[in-house]
């Protein structure tokens, strides 16, 4: 495994849209790892595939604290219900957080490396982290959803 370099706002990559994957093959597994390797060295709760530079519909986020990940290739958001308001950041925005309007409970179906379809529900932050990631491969930062930014005040608590 190797860590990869995170793409900062600012670079184009970050508002394309990302192509399916096609074949889950050796070069998928090795992205699949290098995401982990770097979603841990950046404490990260998820990692989406153009945030290192790779327009695939590729996205990892972070299930417990003890390093497991769930992997999501070509996920699609399928239901959702209710709303919540909470903080959220994002590692291509260092330093940044706002308040975002995301959905409480969300549905999402996706296949993992070997190309098995896998469906999963979150709740709360999982939910967000859901929709946050998945946004990434249509271009789409958090702060199209936030509601208002924090300040310097709130970020030092
Ligand atoms: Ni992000």
Not at 140 to 147: A, N
Request: a negative charge; hydrophobic letters at 35%.
């Amino acid at each position: 495994m190797a860590k990869r370099n995170i793409v900062f706002q600012g670079d184009p990559i970050l508002s394309k849209k990302s192509r399916k994957v096609e074949n889950f093959d050796e070069r998928l597994y090795q992205l699949l790892d290098d995401m982990k390797e770097t979603l841990i060295d950046q404490n990260g709760v998820g990692l989406a595939a153009p945030q290192v530079g790779v327009l695939r519909r590729v996205v990892i986020i972070m299930e417990h604290e003890d390093g497991d990940v769930i992997e999501l290739i070509n996920p699609e958001i399928i239901e959702t219900s209710g709303r919540q308001e909470n903080v959220e950041g994002c590692l291509s925005c260092p330093g940044e957080y706002g308040i975002t309007l995301r959905p409480m409970k969300v549905k999402v179906k996706a296949y993992d490396r070997y190309g098995k379809e896998h469906i999963y529900t979150g709740e709360e932050l999982l939910a967000r982290a859901f929709c946050h990631e998945i946004d990434h491969l249509d271009g789409i930062l958090f702060k199209e959803h936030v509601i208002r930014m924090l300040d310097d005040s709130e970020l030092e608590n």
